[in-house]
């Protein structure tokens, strides 16, 4: 059983920063793309960005590509997502996610992944 445990959100201004992290417990986490989604109220879930198992290739949403950076530190089983020049629509809770299948690609389907953490609110003030 794999678990995905995201921590980091908060309360921030705009064009302020924030880091969150997702530490995964329970399989050889360095084996497995991750990636990190986000819902807003009223909202579809949808696509933040994503890692390659070796961090060998990262995808991006357009909403974010130049402000956000997805990085990963296997030795700690953990992913992180750095966010700058953070706007309000970026409010929406955030959530990691890992793929089922090991040595995958970074992907933009949340059907891609099997694992889901709890999430974390990201709340941005204008």
């Known amino acids: 059983q794999v678990q995905l445990v995201e921590s980091g959100g908060g309360l921030v201004q705009a064009g302020g920063s924030l880091r969150l992290s997702c530490t995964a417990s329970?399989?050889?986490?360095?084996?497995?793309?991750m990636g990190w989604f986000r819902q807003a109220p009223g909202k579809e879930r949808e696509f933040v960005a994503s890692i390659r198992w070796n961090s060998g290739n990262t995808v991006y949403a357009d909403s974010v590509k130049g402000r956000y950076t997805i990085s990963r530190d296997n030795t700690k089983n953990t992913v992180f997502l750095q966010m700058n020049s953070l706007k309000p629509e970026d409010t929406a809770v955030y959530y990691c996610?890992?793929?089922?299948?090991?040595?995958?690609?970074?992907?933009?389907?949340?059907?891609?992944?099997?694992?889901w953490g709890q999430g974390t609110q990201v709340t941005v003030s204008s």
């Open positions: 329970g399989r050889y986490f360095s084996n497995y793309a």
């Open positions: 996610a890992a793929q089922r299948v090991p040595y995958g690609e970074a992907s933009r389907l949340d059907s891609d992944y099997t694992y």
